[in-house]
Nanobody
Framework: HVQFAESGGGSVQPGESLRLSCRAS????????LGWYRQRPGKQREFVAR???????LYDASVQGRFIASRIRANNTLYLQMNNLQPEDTAVYYC??????????????WGQGAQVIVSS
């Protein structure tokens, strides 16, 4: 299956933006749904956004209108543009292959993730 390496996390103030990148390895990148998840302090990992193989997107209501997920097939990379970040967006963000037409991850082997801290 596809393996991932997340990058681009950091510490920002409320209202600022960050862009996360996820480099994928594997020859099936273009044929699978990919998504972003996050784990906020003290909480379980949760779905954030999905980009299908047809480049259709789906977002959790908590990030709809603020986050934009995209993928570039030419360089096997998934992106998450995060705008108007709020303290409740503080989390470790992960990318993962997804079960098509769902918000469920296809596997349970996660990378190190990208830490995002939003604080004034």
């Amino acid at each position: 299956h596809v393996q991932f390496a997340e990058s681009g996390g950091g510490s920002v103030q409320p209202g600022e933006s960050l862009r996360l990148s996820c480099r994928a390895s594997g020859s099936y990148f273009n044929n699978v749904s990919l998504g972003w998840y996050r784990q906020r302090p003290g909480k379980q990992r949760e779905f954030v956004a999905r980009v299908s193989s047809a480049l259709n997107t789906l977002y959790d209501a908590s990030v709809q209108g603020r986050f934009i997920a995209s993928r570039i097939r030419a360089n096997n990379t998934l992106y998450l543009q995060m705008n108007n970040l709020q303290p409740e967006d503080t989390a470790v963000y992960y990318c993962m292959q997804m079960i098509p037409k769902t918000v469920q991850p296809a596997f349970d082997s996660w990378g190190q993730g990208a830490q995002v801290i939003v604080s004034s």
